[in-house]
């Protein structure tokens, strides 16, 4: 692609921006982008931003007044936007940054290349709306290219949950979900680039409901069916569910559908019913409990992964108990656990804070207890055989990383193997982060 413009994209936040940030690079890509991986010589950088952690946004004008030397550098360069924060900020970026030429909204990335050949040169361009089209159709580019083994598709964006803390509802806007066939051919379209594991995303994941082929609404375990027919996908996984949606058929689904991979990233938020009230959870630890234990009851192997909020307005210590008690319950393989801040405009944003140094203590205490049951259920895995998707070379000579079924990193020296393999290994050591095995 010699005289092609080159294209800088840095991705903050979760899964499903990278996925967006993939869809951005090719759109762009079909008006004469190319994507580099460091922003000297960018013809466009765009900032595909996030807003769930704390002072997203100042985050984000630092990191806008560090583009100046490459706006120096290249007075032709377009800097542009995206994610979350464009949506939160909207026009706010262009009034306190005025180099950023161009905003645009997650709802609104198939608008993107005429976005591009509109702005610069001092115009501006702007849109943050919630248009009805499905932008990844309109963003369906044809990619040749082969990829890893791994990929993202979104399936559902958006929530209507409305959890006191969170502004995913703001942001990303209501639920909507993606019509199957189109994410069936997409899926299709992955495996025919050398994808084997696919992670089915949406802020609200299990809450799906496209339109089948069949004309009617299609659950989260339907789709898991159909796409677990595609030959040559090897696993299915999907994140991030809400407790209330986890329906039986996608329970039934952990114990009976090869595919589908015995891991689950259930977020729970607080063991204390006062505090999943005053969050707007609209669940128990009592309810929450008995969904895991159906689950376990389906897969009993299955890893739970979860995230937490300690500090929470009105959280007391006793309220903070009740969380140990429910991790000590449910011992998680992963989770992440977060200190409450204040995110404006949400319905939590007004209340009293909790004192910083006792939520700071609580959420060492929390994590201390959290990393001794990851430990634990990764040393439990010596001596297991497990199946692992090769992804890319260790550090070692002749060592091959991948996953395991349950997502350990698991590291094999052999020098048969490569990227894309997916083979048995029997655990030999469980290190700090990762698990070492023979090929079986
Ligand atoms: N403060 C702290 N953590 C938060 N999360 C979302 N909003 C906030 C907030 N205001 C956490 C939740 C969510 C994860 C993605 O981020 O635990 O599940
Ligand atoms: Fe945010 Fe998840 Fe609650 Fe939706 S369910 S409001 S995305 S924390």
Redesign the pocket.
């Known amino acids: 692609m010699a005289g092609a413009k080159k294209l800088y994209i840095k991705t903050y936040g ?1 899964q499903m921006n990278v996925y967006d940030s993939e869809r951005m690079a090719e759109a762009l890509g079909g008006a004469g982008y190319e994507e580099i991986s460091s922003p000297e010589g960018a013809d466009m950088i765009l900032l595909n931003t996030c807003h ?3 002072k997203a946004a100042e985050k984000i004008y630092s990191e806008l007044g560090r583009m100046r030397v490459h706006k120096e550098a290249n007075p032709d360069l377009k800097i542009g936007v995206a994610g979350c924060v464009a949506q939160a900020e909207g026009a706010e970026i262009i009034r306190r940054q005025p180099m950023v030429d161009l905003v645009v909204g997650p709802q609104s990335y198939h608008r993107l290349p005429e976005m591009e050949s509109r702005a610069g040169g001092g115009a501006k361009a702007l849109d943050t709306d919630f248009p009805e089209e499905d932008k990844f159709e309109r963003l369906k580019a044809r990619p040749k290219a082969m990829r890893g083994p791994t990929a993202f598709l979104t399936v559902q964006e958006g929530c209507d949950k409305f ?1 006191a ?4 509802p703001y942001t990303r806007g209501a639920e909507v979900s993606r019509p199957v066939q189109r994410i069936v051919d997409e899926a299709k379209g992955l495996v025919e680039r050398g994808v084997r594991e696919i992670t089915l995303l949406g802020q609200n994941v299990n809450a799906y409901h496209g339109a089948g082929p069949d004309g009617a609404d299609w659950t989260l375990a339907k789709l898991i069916w159909a796409l677990n027919d595609v030959d040559g996908l090897e696993r299915i996984r999907f994140t ?1 569910s809400h407790p209330n949606d986890m329906s039986d058929d996608l329970i039934d689904a952990h114990g009976s559908c090869a595919k589908l991979m015995p891991y689950l990233h259930l ?1 729970v ?1 607080s063991g204390s019913d006062r505090i999943l009230k005053r969050m707007n959870r609209k669940h128990t630890a009592e309810s929450y409990l008995r969904v895991i234990e159906r689950i376990r009851a389906a897969r009993p192997d299955i890893v739970l992964s979860g ?3 300690v500090g ?1 307005p009105e959280e007391t210590e006793a309220d903070f108990q009740d969380t140990l008690r429910l991790v000590e319950e449910v011992r998680y393989g992963y989770a ?8 404006p405009g ?1 319905p ?1 944003a007004d209340r009293a804070q909790v004192d910083a140094d006792a939520a700071s203590d609580r959420l060492s205490r929390l994590q201390a207890l959290i990393t001794q049951h990851q430990r634990e259920i990764q040393d439990a895995m010596v001596g297991r055989e497990v199946s692992v998707l090769f992804e890319k070379p260790g550090r070692m000579d002749g060592q091959m990383t991948g996953k395991s079924e349950y997502l350990h990193a698991v590291h094999v020296t052999a020098p048969s193997l490569k990227a894309g393999d997916l083979a048995r290994v029997r655990i030999m050591q469980s290190q700090t982060n990762s698990l070492a095995g023979d090929l079986i």
Do not use: G, H, L
């Open positions: 979760c769930i952690r704390e959890c803390f969170c502004v995913v991030t977020p938020q995230d937490f909020i929470f992440y656990s977060f200190k409450y801040s204040t995110r949400t939590a």
